[in-house]
């Protein structure tokens, strides 16, 4: 019988099971959302605030930015706006292997550039690992309080997460790691050091016993630079089981440019270069990192700026009578908050002042905040409003 109905939905009504929904993977379809962060704009119009109002110590951005200006040069352009303007081949693809950034980064870390891939910022490295190691169904073991992103990657690659959640003094329970490993059988494990959220460092004697177990490690130094202590990059020529990820971002301030690098055991890389996006660092990004590293001098000064005001913070948060803050090798402070103060009400109460920072309101951490190291104001202006809400 023909129908009278307009054709498009004719087709519609033959398809009413097929939502859009039926199309995606059962496991992504259980998901939950990443809880993305507002962009500087959308917050500035929600606080009524102008960015520059905004004391932004929420995500452990470096505050200095990326070099202002080449010591060569007489004038007085930004040295990576200029580089950026100068760019020669926009409307080229870029280099699908990065070359003179790993050159660049060979230099830098001391480490030959064959075993260095770089990213889209770190983040897409771990994805990248991940989809390289893991089948549908397969284990990885994550120490929790840590960087989330490690477990959010792991459920899209459709991967199982067993945590084996850190000691009190948030150091890992390598006892209770090594019982995991012999039990599950997990491919990988992710290890942060220093840690994120708290600063913290892994001792050389627990990543060695854990390099003695049959899965890959792993070991993500996002701020490395902050700690004092040289990175293992190096150590991935020695051990077959061992990946280093770091990036710009912390260090030189380019966490809106996007770019990361890891290092890896040549057994391991030759398959991750089978398994990238073939552009997936921009030209604008690598012209940015080879910039910032070109500017050595700059990097180190910033680098010791957020030391210096690292450990004046420290002491300052010390004396606010709600606050414990845990010792730091990073460019953050975690802070227990006491004395019956609540603290999501603590970051409410701060983001109304302008102030941001984050706060942990979950089950694994849960009465804590996290204030990134800022510029020397930022930290008088954070503690001017502490003191106002004592
Ligand atoms: C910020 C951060 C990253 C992400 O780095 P990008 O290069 O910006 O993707 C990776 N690991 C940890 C622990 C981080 O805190």
């Not at 891939?117 to 771990?126: N, P, Q, R, T």
């Not at 929790?144 to 000691?167: C, L, Q, S």
């Not at 440019?257 to 990238?276: D, N, Q, T």
Request: hydrophobic share 40%; aromatic share 8%; with cysteine.
């Amino acid at each position: 019988m023909a129908s009278s109905m307009p054709l498009d939905q004719q087709v519609n009504q033959g398809q009413q099971s097929l939502t859009g929904d039926s199309f995606i993977r059962q496991h992504l379809r259980k998901l939950s959302p990443y809880q993305p962060i507002l962009p500087f704009e959308v917050l500035s119009i929600k606080l009524g605030r102008k960015p520059e109002d905004i004391i932004k110590i929420d995500a452990n951005e470096n505050p200095y930015g990326p070099p202002p200006e080449a010591s060569n040069m007489q004038h007085h352009t930004p040295f990576l706006i200029q580089a950026l303007g100068q760019l020669k081949f926009p409307y080229i693809y870029p280099d699908p292997e990065s070359r003179r950034l790993r050159d660049a980064l060979s230099k830098d870390s001391g480490l030959e550039s064959n075993h260095i891939l770089v990213g889209c910022g770190a983040d897409e490295l771990i994805d990248l690992i991940m989809r390289c190691v893991l089948d549908p169904g397969d284990k990885i073991v994550d120490c929790p309080p840590t960087f989330t992103m490690y477990e959010f990657d792991a459920a899209v690659n459709g991967a199982h997460v067993i945590k084996v959640p850190r000691k009190s003094d948030f150091s890992l329970n390598v006892e209770l790691i090594a019982d995991a490993v012999e039990r599950e059988k997990p491919k990988c494990i992710f290890l942060t050091s220093p840690n994120n959220p708290d600063g913290s460092i892994i001792n050389e004697q627990d990543l060695f016993k854990i390099l003695e177990m049959p899965i890959l490690v792993v070991l993500d130094e996002a701020y490395i630079e902050f700690s004092g202590l040289e990175s293992k990059m190096k150590w991935v020529k020695k051990h077959d089981n061992l990946i280093v990820l770091r990036t710009f971002s912390k260090r030189a301030g380019l966490a809106g440019l996007r770019v990361g690098y890891g290092a890896f055991p040549l057994s391991i890389i030759e398959y991750l270069w089978r398994a990238k996006q073939p552009y997936n660092v921009s030209v604008a990004a690598e012209v940015a990192a080879c910039a910032a590293l070109q500017n050595a001098t700059y990097l180190e000064n910033v680098k010791e700026m957020l030391i210096q005001e690292r450990e004046r913070l420290f002491k300052l948060l010390k004396e606010i009578p709600f606050l414990n803050p845990y010792p730091s090798y990073s460019n953050f402070i975690l802070c227990e908050v006491t004395s019956g103060k609540n603290a999501k009400k603590l970051k409410e109460d701060l983001a109304k002042m302008g102030v941001m920072i984050r706060h942990y309101d979950k089950k694994e951490m849960k009465g804590y905040v996290r204030v990134s190291v800022g510029k020397p104001e930022h930290t008088n202006a954070l503690m001017k409003c502490l003191k106002s809400l004592s």
